[in-house]
């Protein structure tokens, strides 16, 4: 097979060296991928910039591609999938009115609502009047939301009301860098533990991954704003069997349904992003039409099953068929960052000790660039360290020790990924 693989970050890297592994695959070409990424076996890279859906479908032409896989979500809540299709292409994720349920906040909440889904108590706002006095009214902490897509960086915790205020202002008037909308959503502040539950989604079937569990705050103990993600680490036993089934019955199969009632069916990665109370009731943060990013990175050092299998399973309506194998190895992931991030940071920072190769470690590139074959920084989140152990504190150890080896001046990390699981101290432990 010849495959096209859409993306530049660390998740679409984690996707191209699994998809290398395929015995299915012949070629592999990458738009507009990494240093990293062209690195791996089989891989060729194409760094076109700013493609059109049209240029995708006349590469996939082209090149003879038998399958497309989307990593980031842009292309997803544009359209990608549908135009594909119109065009006989085989490609892989949920087409533009299922993306929605990432692409716009708003509509993610009414799904939730009328499905009767559990989430944060909530309220949407298209002028800042309204949601100022909503503010003024509302307790604190409170958590605000962009509407639209904002790569990580649309969610705010806020304390203070006047913060608040000001913040609903600016979001509505383009002042946040980064992050632009013309509807915002206030919510409840929920308390709990988060983790990701991302599964395999196709009309009425779904086949959950390996349990992973984020670490969205950019400080040590959960501190901080909000990123992308500096961290994770599969498995977790925030999700148990228990646990799994009841978000797949209370959770992902009423959220499929409300969809369908729309005339809307889904296929490809589904992720909800969960707190889970001390009673352990999973509530849904938010929904993501595609893998997570770190979590892939963990996630998929632990397939052992061909990946193809698995997605070319979701297409053709054969869920029900399939079996996954996972390593019993736990795996863990540090992201390294440029000084700075989510907000403004330098680039073009040359990098070293990344060429080292160790035993059970991958390093993922996700900002990254080449020049005379020396690696330097173009991103926020720089490179995904990723190690796999016999449990979650080797796998930890191992994922920092290959950390510290990788320099760069304004190298920033998290010191402290999978801390709470180590060390029990879950609410409910």
């Known amino acids: 097979m010849n495959i096209l693989i859409i993306g530049s970050g660390g998740r679409e890297h984690a996707i191209t ?4 592994q395929s015995e299915k695959v012949k070629n592999i070409f990458v738009i507009p991928g990494n240093p990293g990424i062209e690195k791996e076996d089989k891989v060729q890279v194409f760094d076109i910039q700013d493609p059109s859906i049209q240029d995708y479908i006349n590469f996939a032409k082209e090149h003879n591609i038998d399958l497309t896989i989307v990593g980031p979500e842009a292309p997803l809540v544009d359209g990608i999938v549908d135009e594909f299709e119109k065009n006989d292409l085989l490609i892989f994720g949920p087409t533009k009115k299922a ?46 939301k962009a509407d639209g897509l904002a790569a990580g960086k ?31 959503v206030i919510e409840d502040f929920l308390k709990g533990e988060e983790a990701s ?30 990123t992308g993600g500096m961290g994770a680490y599969s498995p977790t036993k925030l999700i148990d069997d228990s646990i799994a089934d009841k978000v797949i019955k209370d959770i992902i199969k009423p959220t499929l349904n409300e969809l ?3 005339g809307i069916n889904y296929s490809g990665f589904l992720y909800a992003g969960l707190m889970i109370d001390e009673n352990k009731n999973p509530f849904v943060l938010e929904y ?30 054969k869920l029900d068929d399939l079996n996954i194998e996972w390593s019993k190895f736990s795996a863990c992931t540090v992201v390294l960052a440029s000084q700075g991030y989510p907000g403004k940071y330098e680039k073009n920072k040359k ?33 995904g360290v990723t190690a796999l152990g016999v449990n979650l504190q080797v796998a930890q150890a191992k994922a920092y020790d290959r950390a510290n080896q990788v320099h760069w001046e304004g190298k920033i990390k998290r010191h402290d990924i999978g801390d709470k699981e180590i060390n029990n101290k879950f609410i409910f432990s």
């Not at 706002?125 to 006095?133: L, M, Q, R």
């Not at 202002?169 to 013309?182: A, E, K, Y």
């Not at 539950?197 to 909000?226: E, Q, T, W, Y």
């Open 17 to 20: 060296w699994k998809v290398s």
């Open 99 to 144: 993306a929605q349920l990432e692409g716009s906040k708003n509509f993610c909440k009414e799904i939730l609502n009328s499905g009767g889904v559990l989430t944060a108590e909530h309220q949407s706002f298209t002028d800042s009047i309204s949601a100022v006095n909503y503010i003024k009214q509302h307790s604190l902490p409170i958590v605000i």
């Open 154 to 184: 649309g969610v705010f915790i806020l304390n203070n009301k006047e913060e608040a205020s000001k913040l609903v202002n600016d979001l509505f008037t383009g002042n946040v860098d980064g992050v632009n909308c013309s509807i915002i």
């Open 197 to 226: 539950f991302i599964c395999l989604v196709s009309n009425d079937s779904v086949i959950p991954l390996a349990s992973s569990k984020d670490h969205k705050r950019l400080n040590n103990g959960d501190r901080g704003p909000n």
């Open 260 to 262: 369908k009632k729309r």
């Open 288 to 317: 993501n039409c595609r893998l997570g990013d770190p979590e892939a990175q963990a996630i998929l050092m632990r397939l052992e099953s061909d990946i193809i299998d698995m997605l070319l399973a979701t297409i053709n309506n």
């Open 351 to 383: 990098i070293d000790g990344i060429e080292h190769e160790i035993s059970g470690t991958k390093i993922f590139h996700a900002g990254t660039k080449s020049k005379n074959e020396d690696i330097f920084t173009s991103g926020g989140r720089v490179l």
